[in-house]
């Protein structure tokens, strides 16, 4: 049995990765943890040593067989992970330690929750987290961030002594709606008519709606949505992080598991949001828009988000990171889980205190957002 690093996707291989990642066999594995989706990040340059990601995957071999992966990123800044730790950082160097490089076990740039672990056996799950240690300290990384994993894989790592964090993201449940009119008459009149008035809004201005999956996704189409996303997101981060190169790879190896809401005025597309699906799950992404239209994103993001949901009869549609607006949209708050290993003992002990006093504030303002949610009361 042996624990090596890889140095990208394309070292591991495409059956390989995906035997650990999908191993049982499903038809909608988890986009974000296919083979292609990684593949597409670290080939297109989005992922690279240049962009401070460079690919160190932790890979577990028995008698030469791979039975296990930690996909895990070296990296020089704090970006693009979601979970925050610029506090941790400047604690560390103000004290005279170096915090970068380190290791960040995730998917780039994706803030879904998911198989972090690939493995299928919790023994082989305990190596790996046991290997993530170890690696960090061989190769003089200051810590091991392991973020958005599941919870069993969380509550995993709290067995081989890391660092546990939550944090909240809101996730919209289909109880078994036969249309978006059923859901909202679970809402509250108010919270109804609310709705009911932003979707009018959206419609008065002639704007109709394409959902696009499979083959029905042209260059054509990934030639618009990127003019959309760059726009918005030279605007929101000040440089976007995905390649035009990135959206027509997934598009050419995963199209069946893409759906691309677009937007249309007439025949010209003026917005767009893309989304994942897999696992009975809608993950939005990423949206734009060229057109500012009073309502559009959340018809684009959240609401036709809930009628493909509906249509197809998936579960679940995770709309990302942050955003307390989606509460009153029908988007419900849910924790998130993160785990931490840091090598430098005092650093380790300080955020341990700080996580212990942070989860029990994640789980009060939970409790909280969810009283405030627009769903009605029972009496």
């Not at 961030?145 to 709290?158: C, S």
């Amino acid at each position: 049995m042996t624990v090596r690093l890889a140095d990208g996707a394309a070292a591991i291989g495409k059956a390989a990765w995906n035997a650990v990642a999908n191993p049982a066999g499903r038809s909608d594995p988890h986009p974000f943890m296919r083979f292609e989706f990684f593949e597409a990040l670290e080939s297109s340059g989005c992922a690279s040593a240049r962009t401070g990601w460079q690919p160190a995957h932790l890979v577990l071999e028995e008698d030469g067989a791979m039975t296990g992966i930690l996909p895990a990123y070296l990296k020089s800044h704090s970006q693009g992970e979601y979970v925050f730790d610029h506090a941790w950082a400047d604690a560390l160097e103000r004290a005279g330690g170096d915090y970068y490089p380190k290791l960040q076990c995730s998917v780039p740039f994706t803030p879904v929750t998911g198989p972090r672990i690939l493995t299928a056996d919790p023994a082989r799950r305990a190596l790996l987290l046991q290997a993530g240690k170890a690696a960090t300290d061989q190769i003089g990384a200051s810590s091991l961030h392991i973020t958005f994993l599941r919870k069993e894989d969380w509550m995993a790592a709290a067995d081989e002594g890391y660092l546990l964090r939550t944090d909240r993201q809101f996730h919209w449940r289909n109880h078994g709606y036969k249309d978006f009119e059923q859901f909202l008459g679970e809402l509250s009149s108010s919270k109804r008519k609310n709705l009911r008035k932003e979707r009018a809004a959206v419609a008065r201005q002639g704007i109709r709606f394409d959902w696009l999956t499979g083959n029905d996704i042209t260059e054509a189409h990934w030639d618009r949505f990127f003019e959309f996303y760059t726009d918005t997101g030279s605007r929101k981060w000040g440089h976007p992080y995905l390649t035009r190169e990135f959206f027509s790879r997934i598009g050419a190896s995963m199209a069946d598991q893409i759906v691309l809401i677009m937007a249309r005025r007439g025949s010209d597309y003026i917005a767009g949001a893309l989304n994942l699906m897999g696992e009975g799950t809608l993950f939005g992404r990423n949206w734009g828009t060229l057109d500012y239209v009073p309502f559009l994103h959340f018809e684009t993001c959240y609401y036709q988000a809930i009628d493909f949901a509906i249509a197809r009869g998936l579960a679940k549609v995770e709309a990302g990171a942050q955003g307390e607006h989606k509460l009153l949209r029908g988007y419900m708050p849910e924790e998130t889980y993160s785990a931490h290993y840091i090598a430098h003992k005092g650093l380790r002990r300080a955020v341990d205190q700080f996580l212990t006093q942070e989860r029990e504030a994640v789980t009060e303002h939970i409790g909280e957002l969810a009283q405030h949610g627009p769903f009605r009361k029972e009496k």
